[in-house]
Nanobody
């Protein structure tokens, strides 16, 4: 059974930083791509970042380039998202997800089959 458990969300001032974590079980990050998505109130869920089974990073969504960094710890089977220089428009529920096929890199919603429960990120201006 696949389980993804996120942590690390919270309230931060604009310009601040947060690091999200996603602990995975039932899928190994060395075989399955993992990604981060976010959904702000009234908006559709959007792709933010992903990392392939081999550790390559897919292009980030333009709005976070240069500010967010996706990474992973194979030994801990955990995915991370380091978010720096946070803006009000980054506020959303952030969810991690795993690819539906091994060795296939996530770039869109339809590429995933399991989701974490989501973690709220709130940015105060």
């Amino acid at each position: 059974q696949v389980q993804l458990v996120e942590s690390g969300g919270g309230l931060v001032q604009a310009g601040g930083s947060l690091r999200l974590s996603c602990a995975a079980s039932g899928r190994t990050l060395s075989t399955y791509s993992m990604g981060w998505f976010r959904q702000a109130p009234g908006k559709e869920r959007e792709f933010v970042a992903s990392i392939s089974s081999s550790g390559d990073r897919a292009p980030y969504v333009d709005s976070v380039k240069g500010r967010f960094t996706i990474s992973r710890d194979i030994a801990k089977n955990t995915l991370y998202l380091q978010m720096n220089s946070l803006k009000a428009e980054d506020a959303a529920i952030y969810s991690c997800a795993t690819a539906s096929r091994p060795y296939y890199t996530i770039t869109r919603l339809s590429d995933v089959d399991y989701w974490g429960q989501g973690t709220q990120v709130t940015v105060s201006s």
